[in-house]
């Protein structure tokens, strides 16, 4: 039944970004960001953490799920580091997707070339 909920949970992320998308003249840029900071919103106040045990890895795959691990990380390293740590924590948790988006927007821009 996970698989459910989780299929549910991210194609519900999926339409409700398409109906913005759709119905405003917002562009795929805001709605992402818009997306990344009510999963920042929801961590903050714990709900996400919640949702990931009902729904599990759907939960983790959208773009909402960058914001949940931006402020978890943040949190976990203010309680160790400090102030400091809000810094360093955001990029603990995140830095593996970072590097990857990084590396592979370097070598597919070395063999596709964009048509304007």
Do not use: R, W
């Amino acid at each position: 039944m996970i698989f459910v909920y989780s299929f549910l949970f991210a194609g519900f992320i999926c339409l409700i970004s398409q109906l913005i998308l759709d119905n405003t003249k917002l562009t795929p840029g805001h709605i992402t960001s818009i997306l990344v900071v009510l999963g920042a919103a929801l961590d903050t106040f714990s709900i996400y953490d919640k949702i990931v045990e009902v729904v599990g890895g759907g939960a983790m795959v959208p773009i909402t799920s960058f914001g949940h691990l931006l402020i978890h990380g943040a949190l976990a390293k203010v309680d160790v580091m400090g102030p400091l740590g809000i810094v360093m924590g955001m990029f603990d948790l995140t830095a593996s997707g970072i590097t990857a988006a990084i590396v592979f927007s370097f070598i597919f821009a070395l063999f596709f070339k964009p048509k304007n």
